[in-house]
């Protein structure tokens, strides 16, 4: 995995194994500049796997880039934004160029929360801005995989979705919503409570993105399973509202960023492992599921094996406890709504 320990947790792996899978790992970032996309450019820097970098931003991208690119690891870094003109005030976007010839877009494009709203809240402004590049995706790499950070993840993965689809370049296996922080929040807090190492604490986080659309299965580890009543139930709660924590703490000024840039590198070097060809990364992500699609879910988190194409398998939740089954009854009907919205707002 990513991290084994604190020591190695920034150093990604880059084993190489497939020489037919393609070694052009060029990256785009969209939405750059942001609170998210400085921290996650620079871990993207420091990925051997990534051999180029797109910064892209509406403003801040030259001097992200500029300020990543002194890194001395390998890859190229290049800026991309809004240029104005000051002999005519016209406003030249770089949106297209940035996303040419890349394999992997990664979107934290979009506003944050403050205290008192939840990511729902986000919806109205970031529903436009995730269509919005999803369109420029599909006109200019409607191969690329593409990665959402961007919330109301439940909704905006949808609206990339029926976007492509609008455009007839929605390939399933291709799309990703970022649901690692929930994972990775999970895996820190059990080892918390557990007196362990968060390297032993790897919990199966299934559902959505957002409180309780999130569902830790913590019976599946043996030191998940040995915690019960009102400490299982803190946990639970921790690990389904950790972001409103941060989003407390820091008290008008966003939400997690760094911790999220950690988790947006941790999964686009688990995707980019598969696609260079390592066999078995598997990881947590929300994509186009038949898991519950009986029952109108068409996205849904759960084990993805990542391969050379992108979804390789979508492993089915496997045996969950009584508690785990109340946790899964409360997330089905908010997760539905959150999807339904995401492909109202492209119908
Ligand atoms: P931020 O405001 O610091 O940064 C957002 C960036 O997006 C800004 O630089 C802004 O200029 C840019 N932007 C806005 N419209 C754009 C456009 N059309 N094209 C390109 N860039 C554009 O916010 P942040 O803290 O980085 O958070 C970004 C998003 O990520 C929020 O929606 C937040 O809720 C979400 N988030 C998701 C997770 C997750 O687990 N998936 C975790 C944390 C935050
Ligand atoms: C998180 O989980 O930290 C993010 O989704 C940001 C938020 O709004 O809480």
């Known amino acids: 995995m990513f991290a084994r320990s604190a020591a190695r947790a920034l150093q990604p792996s880059a084993r190489l194994f497939s020489s037919s899978a393609s070694r052009n790992f060029k990256v785009a970032v969209l939405g750059a500049g ?53 002999v005519n ?5 770089q949106l297209d160029q940035a996303l040419e010839g890349v394999k992997v877009v990664v979107i ?84 918390g409570v557990t ?16 409180g309780p659309t999130i569902v830790p299965l913590l019976s599946q580890l043996s030191h998940g399973k040995s915690i019960a009543g009102e400490k299982y139930d803190a946990l639970v709660h921790r690990i389904q509202f950790g972001g409103d924590e941060v989003v407390k703490a820091k008290d008008g000024a966003g939400s997690a960023t760094l911790s999220m840039a950690y988790a947006g590198a941790k999964f686009a070097n688990s995707l980019l492992r598969g696609l260079n060809g390592e066999k078995g990364v598997v990881t947590p992500t929300f994509v186009k599921s038949p898991l519950f699609a009986d029952q109108g879910i068409d996205f849904f988190a759960s084990n993805v094996e990542l391969g050379v194409d992108g979804v390789e398998k979508i492993h089915p939740i496997g045996e969950i406890s009584a508690e785990e089954k109340k946790l899964l009854d409360a997330c089905l009907p908010e997760l539905k709504k959150n999807i339904e919205k995401g492909k109202a707002f492209v119908a």
């Open 34 to 86: 942001g609170g998210i996309g400085q921290p996650l450019s620079l871990l993207l820097k420091n990925d051997p796997l990534v051999t180029s970098l797109s910064l892209y931003d509406i403003r801040g991208a030259p001097g992200v880039a500029a300020d990543v690119g002194h890194v001395d690891t390998p890859s190229e870094v290049c800026s991309f934004g809004h240029i104005m003109s000051e």
């Open 89 to 93: 005030g016209y406003a030249a976007d």
């Open 195 to 210: 007196g362990t190492q968060p390297s032993e604490c790897n919990v199966t986080v299934v559902g959505g993105h957002s």
């Open 108 to 191: 934290p494009a979009g506003v944050p929360r403050k205290p008192g709203m939840t990511r729902d809240d986000l919806f109205n402004t970031n529903a436009s801005i995730v269509r919005d590049l999803a369109s420029a995706v599909a006109r200019v790499s409607p191969e690329a995989h593409i990665l959402v950070i961007s919330n109301p993840v439940n909704s905006t993965v949808p609206i990339v979705a029926a976007t492509l689809e609008k455009a007839g370049v929605f390939n399933p296996a291709r799309l990703f919503g970022v649901t690692t922080l929930d994972v990775v929040r999970a895996s820190r807090f059990l080892a």
